[in-house]
């Protein structure tokens, strides 16, 4: 099974870190899959595309 989670992302540089952790957690309690998060930026002005690559470097650690 592929879950496939897309993640529409505006100006959300603040949340993304505790976004993720619970992700996180629920897709560890669902055995026998395997899973991708698209993040969509939507033209932020923060900071979250910075954060966004930050995340992708974690998850391929």
Do not use: A
């Amino acid at each position: 099974m592929r879950l496939s989670i897309i993640v529409p992302c505006f100006n959300e540089q603040e949340v993304l870190p505790f976004f993720m952790e619970e992700v996180y957690k629920t897709l560890h309690c669902i055995p026998d899959h395997e899973y991708e998060i698209i993040f969509v930026n939507d033209g932020s002005k923060d900071e979250t595309i910075r954060v966004i690559k930050i995340l992708q470097r974690l998850i391929h650690m």
